[in-house]
């Protein structure tokens, strides 16, 4: 092996990671594009406007959640 990690990754947040819309979907990103610098196979489950692709990486994309279900997911 040459020493890269080869793992399935899954990265999810309620956040909307395209267009990116708070904190949680930037940290999101960045954690994606770590796992991936290192050699897994990463996929993020996230709110998007319906993009299935960002620099690379999977995104299987879910509706963004209701404020009120949002709240209670950020407590």
Do not use: Y
């Not at 947040?13 to 999101?28: C, Q």
């Not at 406007?49 to 620099?55: A, K, L, N």
């Amino acid at each position: 092996m040459n020493g890269r990690i080869n793992k399935n990754i899954i990265v999810s947040t309620h956040d909307f990671i395209v267009p990116i819309r708070g904190g949680g979907g930037l940290r999101t990103l960045s954690v994606a594009r770590e796992f991936k610098k290192r050699g897994c196979k990463v996929t993020i489950i996230a709110p998007t406007d319906r993009v299935s692709e960002i620099e690379g990486i999977h995104i299987d994309w879910i509706h963004p959640p209701r404020k009120q279900r949002s709240q209670i997911l950020s407590s």
